[in-house]
């Protein structure tokens, strides 16, 4: 199960730059090694949060991260309902039909939990920037 840097760092999934710049500045002086007598929970502790600040004040590497840590939760909830097998007497009941009939209720909270990665306008800029070189390259004498 991967670790949720969120929090590690006390702050929610929708958290700013400026939010999770602050919150590692709170965490870092708190577990310093210097701060703990340089303790091996502390150093430990420490680069954890580095690691946290790290990918998460990078968008692309946040969006990959919010996207595997998506994935970890759904592995995570098919291993702990894994062996839950059908019953022989449901056979016959007709609401364990009903019940597979009925599609999820799709509120406010299950959108939140399971929206797209954010795409900043950085990463957009850099991938039109690539396919107008690919395009220059495959045709030096224009279209």
């Known amino acids: ?3 949720n840097y969120y929090e590690l760092l006390s702050v929610s999934p ?3 730059a400026r939010e ?3 919150a590692y500045r709170r965490e870092a002086m708190k577990w310093h090694p210097d701060r703990n007598g340089g303790s091996a929970i502390s150093v430990d502790r420490f680069k954890r949060i580095q690691e946290a600040c790290r990918v998460l004040s990078s968008p692309l590497l946040r969006a990959s991260y919010d996207a595997r840590l998506h994935v970890g939760r759904s592995t995570a909830w098919t291993e702990s309902h894994a062996g839950t097998e059908a019953r022989a007497d449901d056979a016959d009941d007709p609401t364990v039909d009903e019940w597979w009939a009925t599609p999820p209720d799709l509120n406010e ?3 939140r939990t399971f929206r ?3 795409v900043g306008i950085g990463l957009i ?5 690539v396919l107008i070189n690919i395009l220059r390259w495959l045709f030096p004498n224009g279209l």
């Open 1 to 3: 199960m991967i670790e």
């Open 14 to 16: 929708e958290a700013t």
């Open 20 to 22: 999770i710049k602050a």
């Open 109 to 111: 909270s299950w959108r």
């Open 116 to 118: 797209r990665p954010r």
């Open 125 to 129: 800029l850099f991938l039109v920037i």
